[in-house]
């Protein structure tokens, strides 16, 4: 990926500055996770919520909201846990990408009402594309370290298969049973030979829900659907799923940007 040059100057030590970047992992030179620590104690928040953080650059705040991937137990000791694309635009990511470890940062929250029900006995059918899996994730792993995990479906779609993060993670909950979930990964461009090898699903997200919800004979009456990430593919999967007899209200939707703005560079 080309960048475009970004000469801001990032401040290192702004007053505003309250958390600390304390650990990065690169999954592809788009996608990376990135753990955020509070210097003192660390906000209580609900798996679903997000938090907004930024850096200072030319003296102005530079800030975003992002999905909590970790479960609110590991706050203290290993910060909350971000799921984040690069987007090749000089904005917030393009710092973020910069920053080195041990970088001082703002954060603030929670917000959002993306969340469980309390004692939902429904299938939780999950549906994201790319960096839309984070809330899920921190779901997922709450109610498994309360001993409640919930029966799921996680539908995640993305462009290539080294994008299906946590997937790892998903699988070995699969393999032992820890988890109650199907997995279904779907990759939207099977002919890419960064693709070669692939023998799962394939097809969007929205296009490729119709037949999981008939394959796993998911009933629309005693199935709460939650849909994460790219706008365009929410509200398609939700006419979908709206076709298909669910009630607009077994269906909750976290919108990752406003529909219709897109970066031509950016796939999922
Ligand atoms: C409630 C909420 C939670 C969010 N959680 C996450 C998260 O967990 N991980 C994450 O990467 N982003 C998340 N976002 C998006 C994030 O806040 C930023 O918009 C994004 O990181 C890009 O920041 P930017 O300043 O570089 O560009 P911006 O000016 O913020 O966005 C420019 C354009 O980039 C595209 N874009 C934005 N986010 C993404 C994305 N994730 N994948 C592909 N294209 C994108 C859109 O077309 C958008 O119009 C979330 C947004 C909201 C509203």
């Given at each position: ?6 000469d801001?100057?990032?401040?290192p030590d ?7 970047l304390v650990?990065?992992v690169?999954?592809?030179e788009?996608l ?6 509070y210097?003192?104690?660390p906000?209580p928040f609900?798996?679903?919520q ?5 850096v ?8 975003r ?8 137990r590991?706050?203290?000791?290993g ?16 710092l973020l990408?910069?920053?080195?470890l ?6 603030i929250?929670p917000?959002?009402?993306f ?11 999950f549906?994201?594309?790319g960096?839309g899996?984070?809330?899920?994730m ?9 001993g409640?995990?919930?029966?799921t479906?996680?539908?995640h ?5 080294d994008?299906?993060g946590?997937?790892?993670e998903?699988?070995a909950?699969?393999r ?6 199907t ?8 002919d890419?030979?960064r693709?070669?090898?692939w ?5 969007r997200?929205?296009h ?13 009456d ?5 849909i994460c ?16 007899g ?11 940007w ?10 999922g």
């Amino acid at each position: 990926m080309t960048l475009p040059d970004d000469d801001r100057v990032i401040d290192p030590d702004a007053p505003q500055y309250n958390a600390t970047l304390v650990r990065r992992v690169d999954h592809t030179e788009d996608l990376a996770t990135f753990w955020v620590r509070y210097d003192d104690e660390p906000v209580p928040f609900e798996p679903g919520q997000y938090m907004t953080t930024g850096v200072f650059a030319d003296g102005k705040l530079w800030q975003r909201p992002y999905s909590v991937a970790s479960p609110p137990r590991e706050s203290r000791d290993g910060g909350y846990e971000f799921y984040v694309r690069l987007v090749p635009i000089i904005r917030f990511t393009t710092l973020l990408w910069r920053l080195p470890l041990g970088h001082r940062m703002r954060m603030i929250g929670p917000k959002g009402k993306f969340l469980l029900e309390p004692d939902d006995r429904r299938t939780h059918l999950f549906i994201s594309t790319g960096t839309g899996i984070a809330p899920f994730m921190s779901m997922m792993r709450e109610t498994l370290a309360e001993g409640r995990p919930r029966k799921t479906v996680i539908l995640h779609g993305c462009s290539y298969v080294d994008e299906l993060g946590y997937r790892a993670e998903l699988e070995a909950w699969v393999r032992d049973g820890t988890y109650p979930v199907t997995y279904v990964p779907t990759i939207s461009r099977p002919d890419d030979p960064r693709n070669a090898g692939w023998a799962g699903r394939h097809g969007r997200a929205e296009h490729v829900v119709r037949e999981v919800c008939r394959d796993l004979r998911l009933r629309p009456d005693r199935t709460v659907v939650y849909i994460c990430g790219n706008p365009d593919m929410i509200l398609n999967a939700e006419a979908v799923l709206m076709d298909g007899g669910f009630p607009e209200f077994h269906v909750k939707k976290e919108l990752y940007w406003p529909k219709g703005k897109v970066v031509p560079a950016v796939t999922g």
